[in-house]
């Protein structure tokens, strides 16, 4: 676990919130995904003792990237489901889907509040699986340009990211003037601006 970002508890726990909910719905999709069409009846299968790689109950072939990402997906769940609950002290978690354990996270936001390093952990995890989720799936965030200049860079960089209601920084030279956030540390980390910020 990294050192909290310059973000207060409140907004970091509002933001795993945001990926945790992200999470949730693409997950089933991920699965969708895995065969996602049935091989018409006309289609002839592979012969006895082909080659043809395609799953069982006559679907389409397995897609091995989206295999690997419900893999990653699957064992990151429960690594955070069960750091969470040690790092609260509570009873180790009991055996369950994913959808259920990111649900049981969800739940212990409020707990977790008070810890900042174990709300930033959970926010980061929550993050990076959302989004291979979305690279797996083909799906791209919306973005939208956002009029003026960037307070730190000077740099007309400024987009808005509607899903998550921040406005971001997408310049990589820039950094903010807080020592401890994590543009100044993590090449893939931006400057974000949630939606109580907008006006100022």
Same mark, same amino acid.
């Given at each position: ?5 310059h973000?207060d ?5 509002r933001d795993a919130?945001?990926w945790i ?5 693409q ?6 995904e895995?065969? /996602?069409? &049935?091989?018409?009846?006309s289609?002839p299968?592979p *012969?006895?003792? #082909?080659?043809?790689?395609r $799953?069982s109950g006559?679907t389409?072939p397995l897609r ?6 419900i ?5 990151g769940?429960?690594e955070?489901d069960?750091?969470v609950h040690?790092?609260l002290r509570l009873p180790r /978690?009991? &055996? ?7 649900? *049981?996270v969800a #739940?212990?936001?409020?707990h $977790?509040?008070?810890d ?8 980061d995890?929550a993050?990076?699986?959302a ?6 799936l ?6 939208v340009?956002v009029e003026?200049?960037?307070p730190w860079?000077?740099s007309v960089?400024l987009?808005?990211f509607?899903a998550?209601r ?15 956030c994590d543009c100044r540390t993590d ?6 601006w ?7």
């Open positions: 676990m990294t050192a909290p970002a973000d508890a409140h907004a970091t726990a919130a945001f909910e992200t999470l949730l719905r997950h089933p999709e991920l699965l969708t895995l065969a /996602p069409s &049935r091989r018409s009846p289609t299968g *012969r006895r003792g #082909g080659s043809g790689a $799953a006559g389409a091995l990237h989206v295999s690997d990402t893999r990653d997906i699957t064992d769940v429960v955070l069960e750091a040690d790092r /978690p009991r &055996r369950a889907q994913v959808p259920q354990r990111l649900t *049981r #739940g212990l936001l409020d $977790a509040g008070g900042p390093v174990l709300v930033t952990h959970i926010r995890e993050r990076r699986m989004r291979r989720c979305s690279r797996a083909g799906e791209a965030e919306p973005v340009r003026g200049r960037c860079c000077d960089s987009r808005a509607p998550r921040s406005v971001l920084c997408v310049n990589p030279a820039c950094h903010c003037g807080d020592e401890l090449p893939a980390y931006r400057h974000a949630p939606e109580e910020e907008w006006t100022r």
